[in-house]
């Protein structure tokens, strides 16, 4: 792309339509605005090259927190929208103090929440000329300090004075060099302002409804999905809205979770009271005269978040173990008496309401939440989030992109937003820019090394508190489908890692992994600990033998059972014979021992399997048994691969394919393990595509 106009730092902002350059296609100040507010020959020389992209379309003199700014709404041109995605006009502000301070960007802010600004103008950033010299260093200081704040684009009233100026790109390129250098995404706290917020719109709905009807909640899921962000939404909508008092507590906070069950709850009922309240009587007593009192006239909603640290698996504070069941029996019974009293229950782990007793007492919230697991963003999300930010840093994600960054981090919002940092971070010059599915693909192993502790932060708590669960974990990430598949069969070993969307099944029922990364660095976890050559974990050398036996064993009783499925099913043979020839012959093959064994191997599977039913292209059985034909696919592959010199294009792709997947796109390694990984996962994969069509027709 050709660069044009000065350049300013790194950045340059790209071509854009030659009718553009030409000062004739200038803005006008409308005639209604010179009614409104007085303009001087200062404030015409101002906002003049503003003129070249702008129309200036209302005026005011703005007081708000003892500071006086002359506030202005401009309608930017077509160009300037597609440029930085702002949709719709933009608040412009001139302060004639001498030095910008907090109050002045407060008071700008509160403008923009207020009549004729909200609705109408773009509620994410605004544009502040200053004569303080240090305005730009200023902003950049607040903004580090206030991520979460409006992006404020600084104006010099000197530059603006200047011949600089009189280029028809000063303002897009003052705009650019602001906007695009700001890592919109680099943000990993709590979401507490709405113009921030994506996605949950459901959640949020069914979560209000709840709290006006005095229900419970439980908000569970990995961590950094957004789960704080969510009850921040919730509490926010109540309170404007007038529905219910909320009162939220992060319970990791040391001054809260250090706190005995009574004290907790005096805590809480000060809150609700807005003032201190004398504890005159016993806490229980108190706190249902309180719920009485307020809940006369509105709901009551309390929030606990981090639920896990003042329950009995509270990593810190032994206390509760005990206080625990007390603190819960107040709220409970208070609820069971005053029906304007609801909670809701968040964290990472749901242990607290699954357990029916702690301790040998009953739990008094099993079963008075409904648990919900809060999954990944949906495409759609992920793309209003991706643009939204991405166009104001001069990154335009295209739809293909946007769909590999939602199947690649499974819709996690977190990770999401660390790989589009990642991208910003590494293209300092030219904006705008397209960013497309290659050039994420292109940085991806540089950009997941830098992402990997935070994966360890996503699942710790699967490996800490089921382990169970995070074995079944490894068992898939390794490859060894055929022991997940075994195993999974028990719904109380998978039902967490399901839950949370960190496994599913693919349209062929075949499990997969849903946050790809996650099994990247699950894998990597396992080979550092057990030194494996490749991504698939191989069966020690002792065992290898008995294992491929029992395998092969299942295989063959198990398309014995699929021939009779499929027969009363479709009123026809699986195989265009009746039988598999071949098929007790697999019983006789063994472990491979030698690389020169896998020739041997993958021709009588091919024999026993392909053979039977592949005849000039297609499978006999039509398409029927898309999971079968996928693992014989694999061996038709592998077959050719050693009875050939030379594959056809389409043969040695898959062939790399198969290669990497298995060997995690490793290169030292040695064409006995290639082989031994090879042979482990054919068997695996055939065992378990029997499993899925037995099941389908089951």
Same mark, same amino acid.
């Given at each position: 792309?050709l660069l044009?106009g000065?350049?300013? #730092?790194l950045?340059?902002?790209?071509?854009i339509?030659?009718?553009?350059?030409?000062?004739? /296609?200038?803005?006008r100040?409308?005639?209604s605005v010179?009614g409104?507010?007085?303009?001087?020959?200062?404030?015409?020389?101002?906002?003049?090259?503003f003129l070249v992209g702008?129309d200036?379309?209302? #005026?005011?003199?703005?007081?708000?927190?003892n500071a006086?700014l002359? $506030?202005f709404?401009?309608?930017p041109e077509?160009?300037f929208?597609?440029t930085?995605?702002?949709?719709?006009?933009?608040?412009?502000?001139?302060?004639?103090?001498?030095?910008i301070q907090?109050r002045?960007?407060?008071?700008?802010?509160?403008?923009?929440?207020?009549q004729?600004?909200?609705?109408?103008v773009?509620?994410?950033?605004f544009?502040?000329?200053? !004569?303080?010299p240090?305005?730009?260093?200023?902003? $950049?200081?607040?903004?580090?300090r206030?991520?979460q704040?409006?992006t404020?684009?600084?104006?010099?009233? $000197?530059?603006?004075?200047s011949p600089?100026?009189?280029d028809g790109?000063?303002?897009r390129?003052?705009?650019?060099?602001?906007?695009?250098?700001r890592?919109?995404f680099?943000y990993?706290?709590?979401?507490?302002?709405?113009?921030?917020?994506f996605?949950?719109?459901q959640?949020?709905?069914?979560?209000?409804?709840? %709290?006006?009807?005095?229900q419970?909640?439980?908000?569970?899921?990995?961590?950094k999905?957004?789960?704080?962000?969510?009850?921040l939404k919730?509490?926010?909508i109540?309170e404007?809205?007038?529905?219910?008092?909320?009162?939220?507590?992060?319970?990791?906070?040391?001054?809260?979770r250090s706190q005995?069950?009574?004290?907790?709850?005096w805590?809480?009922?000060c809150d609700i009271?807005?003032?201190?309240i004398?504890r005159?009587r016993?806490?229980?007593d108190l706190?249902?005269n309180?719920?009485k009192n307020?809940g006369?006239?509105t709901?009551i909603c309390?929030?606990?978040?981090?639920?896990?640290?003042?329950?009995?698996?509270s990593?810190f504070?032994? &206390?509760?173990?005990?206080?625990?069941?007390?603190f819960?029996?107040?709220?409970?019974s208070t609820q069971?008496?005053? =029906?304007?009293?609801?909670?809701?229950i968040?964290g990472?782990?749901?242990?607290?309401?699954?357990?029916?007793?702690?301790?040998g007492?009953?739990n008094?919230?099993?079963?008075i939440?409904?648990?919900?697991?809060?999954?990944g963003?949906?495409q759609?999300?992920?793309r209003k989030?991706?643009?939204?930010?991405?166009?104001?840093?001069?990154?335009?994600?295209?739809?293909?992109?946007?769909n590999?960054?939602?199947?690649?981090?499974?819709?996690?919002?977190?990770?999401i937003?660390?790989?589009c940092?990642?991208? &910003?971070?590494? =293209?300092?010059?030219?904006?705008?820019?397209?960013?497309?599915?290659?050039?994420?693909?292109a940085?991806e192993?540089?950009r997941?090394?830098?992402?990997? !502790?935070y994966?360890?932060?996503?699942?710790?708590e699967?490996r800490?508190?089921?382990?169970?669960e995070y074995?079944?974990?490894e068992?898939?990430a390794?490859?060894?489908v055929?022991?997940?598949?075994?195993?999974?069969s028990e719904t109380e070993?998978?039902r967490?890692i399901?839950?949370?969307g960190?496994?599913?099944?693919?349209?062929?029922?075949k499990?997969?992994f849903?946050i790809?990364?996650?099994?990247?660095y699950i894998?990597?976890?396992?080979?550092?600990?057990?030194k494996?050559p490749?991504?698939?974990?191989?069966?020690?050398a002792?065992e290898r033998?008995?294992?491929?036996?029992?395998r092969?064993?299942?295989?063959?009783?198990?398309?014995?059972s699929?021939?009779?499925?499929?027969?009363?099913?479709?009123n026809?043979?699986?195989?265009p014979?009746?039988i598999?020839?071949? /098929?007790?012959? @697999? @019983?006789?093959?063994?472990a491979?021992d030698?690389?020169n064994d896998?020739?041997?191997? %993958?021709?009588?599977m091919?024999?026993?399997f392909?053979?039977p039913?592949?005849?000039? #292209?297609?499978y006999?059985f039509e398409?029927?048994?898309m999971s079968?034909q996928?693992?014989l696919?694999?061996i038709?592959v592998?077959r050719? $691969?050693?009875?050939h010199a030379?594959l056809?294009?389409?043969?040695q792709k898959?062939?790399d394919e198969?290669k990497n997947h298995?060997?995690?796109?490793?290169?030292?390694?040695?064409m006995?393990d290639?082989?031994c990984?090879f042979?482990?996962?054919?068997?695996d994969?055939l065992?378990?595509a029997?499993?899925?069509?037995?099941?389908?027709?089951?």
């Amino acid at each position: 792309m050709l660069l044009i106009g000065e350049r300013l #730092g790194l950045v340059q902002i790209a071509k854009i339509p030659a009718f553009y350059q030409a000062r004739g /296609a200038m803005g006008r100040i409308h005639e209604s605005v010179r009614g409104q507010i007085q303009l001087t020959t200062e404030d015409l020389a101002l906002l003049n090259p503003f003129l070249v992209g702008f129309d200036v379309s209302w #005026g005011r003199i703005y007081e708000k927190y003892n500071a006086k700014l002359k $506030s202005f709404i401009i309608k930017p041109e077509q160009y300037f929208k597609e440029t930085f995605g702002v949709e719709s006009e933009v608040a412009l502000f001139i302060s004639e103090y001498q030095t910008i301070q907090d109050r002045t960007i407060q008071a700008a802010s509160y403008f923009l929440q207020e009549q004729p600004a909200l609705g109408r103008v773009d509620q994410s950033l605004f544009f502040m000329i200053t !004569p303080d010299p240090a305005g730009h260093r200023w902003i $950049s200081d607040y903004q580090s300090r206030n991520p979460q704040s409006r992006t404020c684009v600084v104006f010099l009233a $000197s530059d603006l004075n200047s011949p600089l100026s009189k280029d028809g790109w000063f303002i897009r390129n003052n705009v650019a060099k602001q906007l695009f250098t700001r890592d919109l995404f680099d943000y990993q706290l709590p979401i507490d302002a709405d113009r921030y917020f994506f996605g949950r719109e459901q959640i949020v709905q069914d979560y209000i409804d709840a %709290i006006r009807k005095s229900q419970n909640r439980g908000l569970f899921g990995l961590r950094k999905t957004g789960k704080t962000s969510t009850l921040l939404k919730i509490k926010r909508i109540c309170e404007d809205g007038g529905i219910a008092i909320v009162r939220y507590y992060d319970c990791k906070i040391p001054s809260i979770r250090s706190q005995k069950w009574d004290e907790l709850l005096w805590r809480i009922i000060c809150d609700i009271e807005g003032k201190p309240i004398k504890r005159d009587r016993h806490i229980s007593d108190l706190f249902l005269n309180t719920i009485k009192n307020k809940g006369r006239k509105t709901q009551i909603c309390l929030i606990f978040d981090e639920i896990e640290f003042i329950s009995p698996i509270s990593p810190f504070d032994e &206390h509760w173990k005990k206080d625990f069941v007390d603190f819960w029996q107040t709220l409970w019974s208070t609820q069971s008496q005053q =029906r304007s009293l609801s909670f809701v229950i968040s964290g990472v782990n749901p242990y607290v309401a699954e357990q029916d007793k702690f301790s040998g007492g009953q739990n008094p919230i099993f079963g008075i939440v409904k648990p919900f697991y809060m999954k990944g963003f949906e495409q759609s999300d992920v793309r209003k989030m991706v643009r939204f930010f991405g166009k104001r840093m001069g990154l335009d994600f295209d739809e293909e992109s946007i769909n590999y960054l939602h199947t690649r981090y499974g819709g996690h919002p977190l990770l999401i937003r660390m790989a589009c940092s990642y991208t &910003h971070s590494q =293209r300092d010059i030219k904006r705008p820019i397209k960013v497309g599915k290659s050039l994420l693909i292109a940085e991806e192993e540089n950009r997941e090394a830098e992402m990997l !502790p935070y994966c360890r932060h996503v699942v710790s708590e699967i490996r800490d508190f089921y382990p169970d669960e995070y074995e079944l974990l490894e068992l898939l990430a390794t490859r060894q489908v055929g022991d997940y598949w075994e195993l999974s069969s028990e719904t109380e070993w998978v039902r967490h890692i399901k839950s949370y969307g960190i496994v599913s099944n693919d349209l062929k029922d075949k499990p997969k992994f849903e946050i790809p990364v996650l099994e990247k660095y699950i894998s990597s976890e396992s080979r550092k600990r057990t030194k494996e050559p490749g991504a698939l974990r191989l069966i020690s050398a002792s065992e290898r033998s008995a294992w491929a036996r029992r395998r092969l064993e299942r295989i063959l009783s198990s398309h014995r059972s699929l021939e009779t499925l499929y027969l009363n099913h479709y009123n026809k043979n699986i195989w265009p014979n009746g039988i598999l020839p071949e /098929a007790d012959k @697999i @019983i006789t093959l063994e472990a491979l021992d030698h690389e020169n064994d896998f020739s041997n191997y %993958i021709m009588q599977m091919y024999k026993t399997f392909v053979e039977p039913v592949y005849k000039r #292209g297609i499978y006999s059985f039509e398409k029927r048994l898309m999971s079968l034909q996928e693992v014989l696919d694999i061996i038709r592959v592998l077959r050719h $691969s050693v009875g050939h010199a030379n594959l056809t294009p389409d043969v040695q792709k898959r062939y790399d394919e198969i290669k990497n997947h298995v060997t995690g796109r490793r290169v030292q390694i040695s064409m006995r393990d290639l082989y031994c990984m090879f042979q482990q996962y054919s068997i695996d994969q055939l065992f378990v595509a029997f499993q899925i069509e037995i099941q389908k027709l089951g």
